[in-house]
């Protein structure tokens, strides 16, 4: 049974569990509750493959990560921070110049919990919203790939509830074994954030889900690794060490579908939609209007774009700015000011706010800007094909319901209009049900010969860790 589990041996980690008795109680406890999760709401089917991946056992940037065949029920969800920098101080807000804090600070505890809770409830909804995609995988390449992804998500789900368990006491592990109840999209106890609740119905959602949302997680991490509570930031600092494969998945994903749906089109010289579904890829204008909707519902992931919320956790030194030891300013932020946009009179207009609560917005816009060089690049595929067509990232006032776009109808080109007027339109600027039956209707079965891949996506260029693409990523036993 779990007790017999040396947990020090058997989950890999640098935080001494073994030693803990405390936590390695809360951990044993905990555990079997999270098989049970796996095995409830893990990926579809998958319980006996023997699947080709990379498991986490150092923070040595040269050799973090091990390759092997594991089933994913024993993959080794392992607990790593990055290593200490010595004499760490909180870099911002009021608490700037102060020792990094190793333990929580009593009066940030409410909020930091909630931090934690909140990032630590998307890793499990994304697997939940993951979950049935296996029977419909275009390779065994791409179903190793959501493998990865998956079990890198329950491993981002132990590392917040190590924290919680290590620093909150009881609390703490109320809210661990809470992230194991809510259910992504159930109306009774949904995942908290809105991006969460949303189905991923088809592989092309798979990966604008893996583009834009896990880079959402890049961007949260990154002013999470800013923190002044010094456990927080080095969990992750490891994590987006792994995030980073997640968002290639992504981006290559849709720009191998992209690539595809522009070589059947210049081949068969057709442009018109219809026709290029009749091709058997996936149309330009169909994942213009993905995309559309995956940006949207995750730029509201990034909050309120005036928030008091936000500026406390940076006066606070719980949660910094992207990349905030690099920015050149004062890291206090008392005085200065910054850009936002809101709807005033029929048309969006900007004006400046207080920068301390802006920094949702601000961060947002750091995220827009790596996001369009990555819609840049598919347009490559496009542009090589010849063909007079170009994706576009819709305005950011766009189809918003968190912040200051909430509640009005505005057109992927920004201009605002009435709800008739943009529902009217909603079927060319966001997927239609009949849009959903045809990618589905594409991916009706699953493509697991080693070396070949569905019609709609083109290969990769290049396999895992070296091994070609006709490689046995996944047996199925
Ligand atoms: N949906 O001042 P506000 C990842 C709530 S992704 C529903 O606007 P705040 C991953 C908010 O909770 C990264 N509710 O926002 C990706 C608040 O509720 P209360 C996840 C929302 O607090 C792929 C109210 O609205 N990590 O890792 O400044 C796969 C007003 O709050 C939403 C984090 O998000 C929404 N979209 O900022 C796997 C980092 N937005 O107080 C993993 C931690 C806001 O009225 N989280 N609300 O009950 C945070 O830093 C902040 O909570 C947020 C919101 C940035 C999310």
């Not at 493959?49 to 024993?74: C, H, Q």
């Not at 592989?203 to 959402?216: K, P, V």
């Not at 992750?236 to 992504?250: D, I, S, Y």
Request: aromatic share 12%.
């Amino acid at each position: 049974m779990t007790s017999t589990v040396d947990y020090g041996d058997r989950i890999p980690n640098n935080v001494d569990l073994g030693r803990d008795r405390v936590l390695q109680r809360a951990l044993e406890h905990w555990q079997p509750a999270y098989m049970g999760w796996w095995f409830d709401m893990g990926p579809t089917g998958s319980q006996a493959y023997d699947v080709y991946l990379r498991t986490a056992i150092s923070v040595d940037p040269e050799g973090w990560a091990n390759f092997g065949y594991v089933k994913m029920p024993d993959y080794r969800w392992g607990i790593f921070l990055a290593p200490p920098v010595a004499g760490r101080e909180v870099n911002f807000g009021a608490n700037k110049g102060r020792p990094a804090w190793q333990d929580v600070p009593g009066e940030y505890r409410s909020p930091l919990r909630r931090i934690i809770v909140t990032q630590g409830d998307t890793e499990p909804a994304s697997v939940e919203q993951q979950r049935m995609l296996g029977a419909s995988c275009p390779s065994l390449y791409d179903l190793r790939n959501i493998y990865q992804v998956n079990v890198e998500e329950g491993r981002h789900l132990w590392a917040m509830v190590y924290l919680l368990h290590r620093y909150f006491g009881r609390d703490g592990r109320e809210e661990a074994e809470a992230l194991l109840e809510r259910r992504s999209g159930d109306e009774d106890n949904p995942r908290i954030l809105g991006a969460f609740n949303e189905p991923t119905p088809d592989w092309l959602a798979f990966y604008m889900f893996t583009f834009f949302t896990d880079r959402d997680g890049k961007f949260q991490l990154s002013s999470l690794a800013e923190s002044g509570f010094d456990p927080l930031a080095r969990t992750c600092r490891f994590m987006l060490t792994e995030e980073a494969h997640h968002m290639f998945v992504g981006e290559t994903g849709v720009g191998r579908i992209v690539q595809r749906t522009a070589e059947a089109m210049a081949e068969a010289k057709v442009e018109n939609p219809d026709q290029v579904r009749d091709l058997g890829v996936i149309d330009l204008p169909t994942i213009q209007r993905y995309l559309n909707f995956h940006y949207s519902v995750t730029l509201d992931l990034f909050g309120s774009d005036v928030s008091s919320n936000a500026a406390t956790y940076f006066t606070s030194g719980l949660k910094g700015r992207f990349s905030e030891t690099k920015i050149d300013d004062d890291h206090v932020l008392d005085e200065a000011t910054y850009g936002v946009s809101e709807v005033v009179g029929g048309n969006v207009v900007n004006r400046y706010a207080p920068a301390l609560s802006a920094l949702n917005e601000r961060l947002r816009d750091d995220y827009i800007a790596e996001v369009q060089a990555g819609v840049d690049r598919w347009n490559r595929h496009i542009a090589r094909a010849g063909l007079p067509f170009s994706l576009k990232l819709p305005h950011k006032a766009f189809h918003r319901a968190i912040g200051n776009f909430a509640g009005h109808y505005v057109s992927p080109s920004g201009d605002v209009m009435s709800k008739e007027e943009w529902q009217a339109r909603r079927n060319r600027w966001l997927p239609t049900e009949k849009d959903y039956a045809f990618v589905q209707s594409l991916m009706a079965g699953r493509v697991v010969e080693p070396g070949k891949f569905a019609n709609w996506i083109a290969p990769p260029r290049t396999g895992i860790n070296a091994r070609p693409l006709d490689f046995e990523y996944v047996r199925f036993n």
